[in-house]
């Protein structure tokens, strides 16, 4: 959202003309518009409007203090970024009030990590009951992350929470996480998440889809890869044959 602002920012001073100023503020307007009605789309009506309504109020005062001037003092400019924070602080508590019982649902809809933990499983579509047991297990996840950076594992646990850790070298946090989401699913669904996110079932299910192959092909196809590479290493491992003949 910073970036977005800084973007409308720069729109604002690069169109110096009064006509184009007001064009650029209507199309910052309505581009807001539409980022608060897809965060708050999935609302009753009535907390739509009431959404829409207090994060207006609050962006007319944030636009306030940007409009006015960037070339302050030190002193001005650190009371300028405590009033600024002030304000976010408001709209947080005013939202999570306005948002009542759904303030949890937001909350995991806002949190990508959280959200589109299922992205990345080639051919895994989880129900809306699986996807919002995963979020809020993510969730916890990436809150005992945060809490924990300054820890001795902190480097570990943030590399796994962005998909970069190494194989073997699981931390406590993240097996605790797998074994969470084992049971939520249940075998057989877990082993469909987990086979997506194997970079072999992944090129194996984008040959299928480019032929217009159903998914059952896929891990027909994948599973036979697997054994043969099983059989490859067995065949390596047996002390019994030598590789000269």
Known sequence: NALVEERNDLL???LATPADRKRSENYVAQFRRKQWQQFYGWLPEEQQAALLELEEHFQKQL????AEGTHRSPKEAAECTARHQLLEAEL?????????EFAEEYELRQNHLAADWASGSAGFA??????????????EQIRECQARI??????????????????????????????????????E???????????????VHR??????????????????QQATRAA??????????????
Do not use: F, N
């Not at 636009?63 to 940007?66: E, S």
């Not at 947080?92 to 009542?100: F, I, N, P, S, T």
């Not at 889809?209 to 599973?223: F, I, N, P, S």
């Open 207 to 224: 040959v299928t889809r480019r032929m217009d192959l159903d998914e059952t092909q896929a891990v027909q196809a994948w599973e036979i």
């Open 126 to 139: 989880p129900t809306e009951e699986e996807w919002r047991a995963v979020a809020r297990l993510k969730l």
């Open 232 to 245: 490859v290493e067995q065949l390596r491992a047996r002390s019994d044959l030598d590789e000269s003949h």
């Open 12 to 14: 604002l001073k690069l």
């Open 63 to 66: 636009d306030a203090l940007r």
């Open 92 to 100: 947080k508590v005013a939202r999570r009030q306005l948002l009542g």
């Open 189 to 203: 669904r877990y082993a469909a998440y987990h086979r997506g996110l194997d970079p072999d079932y992944q090129r």
């Open 150 to 187: 300054s820890s001795s594992d902190g480097e570990l646990l943030m590399q796994e929470l962005y998909g970069g850790s190494t194989p073997g070298t699981a931390s406590p946090v993240s097996r605790d996480y797998e074994a969470a989401i084992r049971q939520v699913l249940g075998p």
